[in-house]
């Protein structure tokens, strides 16, 4: 388990708290995996297509001995078992998780780019990514730094802590 990883989810259509929740138990039920940190669960103002609900997001900081590649697909994977939703591009959606850091990686194929190139502009995710490691430089500047930048007005906490998403159930 050597690479740190970090990831943003987020919804708005269903049960976003449950479907993230449910999501972040899946991926530390596999042994390549192990969820380290999470953040608290906020509720943020939709960006881009701004006639839809609110969102719930969060992020979480992952160990794994994946590949980038590999733990995308392993995110997919997940997305589709819990039957994610998502009608147009930018849209609602059920759930969403993007694969935002892996490591100190830059990685830009047709399939996947990391760092993940929307990140330095969205507030919904420097927001919780800023509670995990807002020291962490991500393209030339700190999270927080780039947090300072954007407007981060409209989000507010929806769940304190990092612990919202542990049940009791399976995974
Ligand atoms: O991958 C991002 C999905 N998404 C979101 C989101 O997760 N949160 C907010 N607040 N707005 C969004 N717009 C899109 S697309």
Redesign the pocket.
């Given at each position: 388990m050597s690479v740190p990883a970090y990831i943003?989810l987020?919804g708005n259509l269903g049960d976003p708290q449950a479907q993230m929740a449910q999501a972040l138990r899946l991926l530390d039920a596999s042994d390549r995996v192990r969820v380290e940190a999470v953040s608290p669960l906020y509720r943020?103002?939709?960006?881009?297509?701004t006639d839809q609900p609110d969102?719930l997001?969060s992020c979480a900081r992952l160990r794994t001995d994946l590949d980038a590649e590999a733990l995308l697909a392993l995110c997919l994977m997940v997305e589709n078992r819990l039957h994610r939703q998502r009608a147009e591009r930018?849209g609602p959606?059920t759930i969403?998780i993007?694969l935002l850091v892996f490591g100190s990686s830059r990685i830009d194929t047709p399939g996947l780019a990391v760092p993940h190139p929307r990140l330095t502009e969205r507030a919904?995710v420097l927001r919780p990514l800023a509670d995990l490691d807002g020291d962490m430089p991500v393209l030339g500047r700190t999270v927080r730094e780039w947090l300072a930048d954007v407007d981060a007005g409209g989000i507010r906490l929806h769940r304190p802590g990092g612990d919202w998403w542990r049940g009791t159930g399976d995974p």
């Open positions: 943003g987020g943020t103002p939709p960006w881009g297509k969102f997001n930018w959606r969403d993007d919904f």
